[in-house]
């Protein structure tokens, strides 16, 4: 009678009483003692070489915003209030505008000043005058609204005359840079087209803040940043008493919707880098403005709520009326997956019972959120009409 073999013996723990201290390891495939050394150990236990990875949950509590950790300054931040622009009069004093902000320190002097606090209530009296209206809805054009209009459609057209070359990488389409060229050398030209002629030494200040408008030439790019650059170029012209308090709600249903139009096609078309993005955790990858416009457009809304936008009807039927239906109908074109992935914190304010909720929280947010970021208000320029106080 054959006799069975005797049982395989275990391999032995480096714990083990028989097993040396010597500086042995543990085979990562078997499990047995190795004449390698084990790695390093941090007080932690994990190797200094290999840490534990950083993750994130795809979706978290609504008020957890970015990283950078700001909401208790928004929650605490008082909703900014709509003000009146004062209008410049004689001598005129226009100036090449520069930058000024280099620092925290700057950004604190510069929210402390007039110029701030008139510039934000602009954004918000622009808001106000859009509040509970269709983009479609009769209301004052003057000749400025209706030539600045065409100017921008202008420069749609220019896109479809300067197609974008074939090249490998995924952002930055260097055909973006051409278009900018022509932007640059025929400025002058498209301020002079409205401009009254007392005013028109103006441009020297006010071209800069339009040809910062629509991204940088040089990182190809597009970003909040410059979409402050374009509410600053209108600041100016309300300064100069060339859009008038009356003006501004064809200032946002027709100007900025058409500004909207076209930066939408820049990006789609040259594939502009977004500048400054937050990634998932931003609220969107180029744009503020238009949330804050469509807000205030849905407020009061018998049929709409902020959970409204994850009914696709409502998207397909309503985006070409209500700036922020328009705002996430494009971002479900343009970014593939689950709503709730790519853009949480918009998932999440959809959950706000209101729309006045959603506007006062935006305003607040785009106050802490770009206007307090140095990265982004550093580029900000400063002359005579938009001063450094």
């Not at 003057?142 to 100017?151: D, E, F, H, L």
Request: charged share 20%; aromatic share 10%; net charge neutral.
């Amino acid at each position: 009678m054959e006799s069975s073999p005797p049982p395989a013996q275990s391999p032995k723990s480096p714990s083990s009483p028989s097993t040396t201290t010597s500086s042995t390891g543990t085979c990562c495939n078997c499990g047995g003692p190795t004449s390698f050394a084990p790695p390093p150990q941090s007080p932690t236990g994990w190797p200094e070489l290999s840490p534990p990875p950083n993750y994130r949950p795809v979706r978290a509590p609504a008020i957890n915003l970015p990283p950078n950790n700001n909401s208790q300054a928004i929650i605490l931040a008082p909703v900014p209030q709509s003000q009146k622009v004062p209008t410049i009069s004689p001598p005129f004093l226009f100036q090449s505008p520069s930058k000024k902000i280099h620092s925290p320190d700057d950004i604190r002097a510069f929210h402390e000043s007039e110029t701030c606090k008139n510039f934000l209530g602009f954004v918000v009296a622009l808001s106000e005058s859009i509040r509970g209206r269709k983009i479609s809805d009769p209301c004052h054009e003057s000749s400025t609204t209706t030539k600045i209009a065409s100017i921008l459609e202008t420069l749609i057209h220019w896109i479809d005359e300067i197609p974008p070359v074939q090249q490998s990488s995924r952002y930055g389409n260097i055909s973006y840079r051409t278009w900018h060229e022509r932007l640059i050398e025929n400025s002058d030209s498209l301020m002079l087209q409205f401009l009254p002629d007392e005013l028109k030494l103006s441009t020297v200040e006010i071209v800069p803040y339009f040809t910062d408008s629509f991204g940088n030439s040089s990182r190809i790019d597009y970003g909040t940043g410059h979409e402050t650059n374009f509410a600053a170029w209108l600041y100016c012209l309300a300064r100069m008493g060339i859009l008038k308090e009356e003006d501004y709600q064809a200032v946002v249903a027709r100007v900025f919707m058409k500004y909207l139009e076209l930066m939408r096609k820049l990006q789609l078309v040259y594939c502009l880098e977004p500048a400054g993005s937050h990634g998932v955790w931003g609220l969107d990858d180029y744009h503020f403005l238009p949330f804050i416009f469509g807000s205030s457009q849905l407020i009061d809304h018998k049929y709409m709520k902020p959970k409204s936008i994850h009914n696709q009807d409502i998207l397909e039927n309503f985006s070409n009326e209500y700036m922020y239906i328009s705002c996430i109908a494009f971002i479900k074109k343009v970014k593939k997956g689950l709503f709730a992935e790519h853009s949480p914190l918009l998932d999440d304010i959809s959950g706000v019972p209101t729309w006045n909720k959603v506007n006062s929280g935006l305003l607040k947010m785009y106050k802490v959120e770009v206007l307090e970021k140095v990265p982004i208000m550093q580029h900000f320029l400063f002359g005579w009409l938009i001063k450094w106080e």
